[in-house]
C-alpha cells in the first residue's frame, strides 16, 4: 500500500512540474511559433519595391535560421522603426528559442538582386 501511494505521489509530482515549465527546447514551442510567423512577416513587409535600385543586401542585420542567410530589402525602409523591430524581435527569438542550423550557399551579389513582382528577391533562387 505505501508503494503503490508513493508512486502516485511521485507520479503527480512528474505530471506537476512538467506541466508547469515553459519547454524552451521544443521546437513548437507556441510562442516562438508566434515569434517567427511575426519576424517573417516584418521581414516580408520591408521587400516591396518598385524596381531594382530599390532593392539591396542589407549586411548589417544579421539573420538567424530559419529566417533566411541573406536579408534582402528595399532601400525604402532604411531610416525605417521596422528594420530596429526586426532586429529587436530575432535578438528574443535567438534567446528563447531552438536554434536550428542549415548551409548557406554565397551572398547574392547586387546582380543578384532584383524587384520582381514588387518584393526585393534573390534572382537565384
Not at 508566434?34 to 542589407?58: A, G
Not at 542585420?61 to 522603426?81: A, W
Not at 535567438?94 to 534573390?122: F, W
Request: hydrophobic share 30%; glycine share 0%; aromatic share 8%.
Amino acid at each position: 500500500m505505501f508503494k503503490k501511494t508513493f508512486l502516485i505521489l511521485i507520479l503527480i509530482s512528474i505530471v506537476f512540474v512538467c506541466t508547469s515549465c515553459k519547454n524552451i527546447d521544443n521546437p513548437f514551442n507556441k510562442d516562438c511559433k508566434e515569434l517567427q510567423y511575426e519576424i517573417n512577416n516584418l521581414i516580408e513587409e520591408v521587400k516591396s519595391c518598385n524596381s531594382n535600385t530599390d532593392c539591396f543586401l542589407d549586411t548589417s542585420t544579421n539573420l538567424c535560421c530559419p529566417f533566411g542567410c541573406s536579408f534582402i530589402r528595399s532601400h525604402e525602409y532604411d531610416k525605417s522603426q521596422q528594420i530596429v523591430l526586426i532586429e529587436e524581435k530575432i535578438e528574443q527569438y535567438k534567446s528563447n528559442c531552438p536554434e536550428c542550423k542549415y548551409k548557406c550557399s554565397s551572398l547574392p551579389s547586387l546582380d543578384d538582386i532584383e524587384c520582381k513582382q514588387n518584393r526585393c528577391v534573390d534572382n537565384r533562387n
